[in-house]
């Protein structure tokens, strides 16, 4: 997804140790980008050689995560959006995707994230960084911060962790809210603000309309993806999980067929993997299984690998049921499945935990 460091240039940040943390969790050679009053470190993504940025004249834009604009491919979206940023035109109800875009219009810098808030953005207390990564965020700062005790039971009891808190004091997780408090004036730096959520209508059709219904949104939402699915060869992570099989069923809307593999970690993932080869021979598809061990049976070298892997895969917060003691949540295994061709996953996670 790549990643991004924002930082004020009056700022008292410890810039090698914000690069030592990309260089940790895989990523090298940011491009930086002069902002006015802010400096900028911009990734591409760890297995992607495009740039994820587009200039025209003295106005940049800048993507991190993933994003489709209007239906466009990867390149395209970048460069209608940065012509509608221009033009005070951008249509977000066409902006699909897990993303966080940075505008420069030659003075100012507007960011906007994905309406839901999906991707998240980090700052300190004094509002003069922002990043991609907590990890970065942290051992930025010049001095210790104390951990949020509050928020570290939260995250024991239930795995996860409410905006705007995190697990240390004087960093927060941008909401709403908190985007609301930035300004041009102020700091020349403003968040595009999100519009309102429409109303909710209860469906009283029937149940064959509402289910064709929820069919014609799917297909046009997969529809808009068709290009860079195309452009980057969509590649899905098959169980027997409710989000996986509706994005296998939703490929029949892409016009190229989706790349497939499954876990099969001996002793864990043994039924999974019946019943997703028979999904995969129903449908013709091809499925690659990957073999893992689990944690338990490695040698105690080769576990804190995993362990540490896992922690900078997941930026020091994964927990139990997501990213923490096992090889499949690694930077090194979502290397492995997606091979030498693959540069597009798909991925229901998270949908089983709501």
Known sequence: MGAFYLYHKEANIQVDDVKHIFAQKGFSNPKIFDFGRWKLLLYRKVLLNVDNFYRENDQIICCVGTLVYKGLGYRDSLKRLLQDFRAKAVCQEELLGHFCVIYWDGENLTLLTDQLNTFHIFTNENRTVLSSSFLAVLVGMPYRLSLNRIALCEKLSTGYIISPDTLVEGIQKINDEIASQFSYEKDGLAFLPHPPRPPVDLHQGGREESLNRQIEVLRVHFQKFDRLNS?????????????????????????????????????????????????????????????????????????????????????????????????VYTRAYKTRVLGSKNRFSWNGLGGENL
């Open 231 to 327: 452009e980057f060869h969509g590649e899905l992570g098959l169980s027997d999980g409710y989000d996986s099989r509706l994005l296998l069923a939703c490929s029949k809307f892409l016009s190229q067929k989706l790349s497939l593999h499954t876990h099969a970690t001996k002793g864990v993932h043994d039924s999974t993997r019946q019943l997703v080869e028979k999904m995969a021979q129903t449908l013709g598809l091809e499925l690659r299984v990957v073999r893992t061990t689990r944690l338990e049976e490695w040698p105690g070298e080769r576990g804190d690998e995993i362990l540490k892997d896992g922690l900078y895969f997941f930026d020091a917060r994964c927990s139990y049921n997501m990213g923490a003691l096992s090889e």
